[in-house]
C-alpha cells in the first residue's frame, strides 16, 4: 500500500501529494502576493506623488534650478535617488537644500 502523502517528491510518480511541492506551491502563492501587493504600494504611491501633490512636476523644476547652479551629475544623480522617494513640494526643496544648500 502506498502512501499518497510523500516527503520528497521522485518527479515521474507525482501526485501534487508530495510535501516538499506543496510547501513550494505555498512560497510561490506568497511571492505572487507580496509582487501584487508591492506593485500596488508603488501604482498608489505614483498617484500620491504625481497627481495629488504634481512631485513630477516639482522634481522637474528643482533639477532645472540645480542645473543652473552648477551642481555635478554626482549631485544630480543624489537629487534624483532622494527625489523618488519623497512626494510633497515641501519634502522635494528639503532634498534641493540637502543637496546645494
Do not use: W, Y
Not at 38 to 66: P, Y
Amino acid at each position: 500500500m502506498r502512501s499518497t502523502t510523500r516527503a520528497f517528491c521522485n518527479g515521474a510518480e507525482h501526485q501534487g501529494a508530495c510535501v516538499a511541492c506543496g510547501a513550494l506551491a505555498d512560497n510561490a502563492r506568497q511571492l505572487e502576493h507580496a509582487r501584487k501587493a508591492k506593485k500596488q504600494r508603488e501604482e498608489l504611491f505614483s498617484i500620491i506623488r504625481n497627481n495629488v501633490f504634481q512631485g513630477d512636476k516639482e522634481q522637474r523644476a528643482a533639477e532645472q534650478r540645480l542645473r543652473q547652479r552648477g551642481t555635478t551629475a554626482e549631485q544630480l544623480q543624489t537629487f534624483e535617488q532622494k527625489a523618488a522617494q519623497v512626494s510633497t513640494p515641501k519634502q522635494m526643496s528639503q532634498v534641493e537644500h540637502e543637496i546645494m544648500p
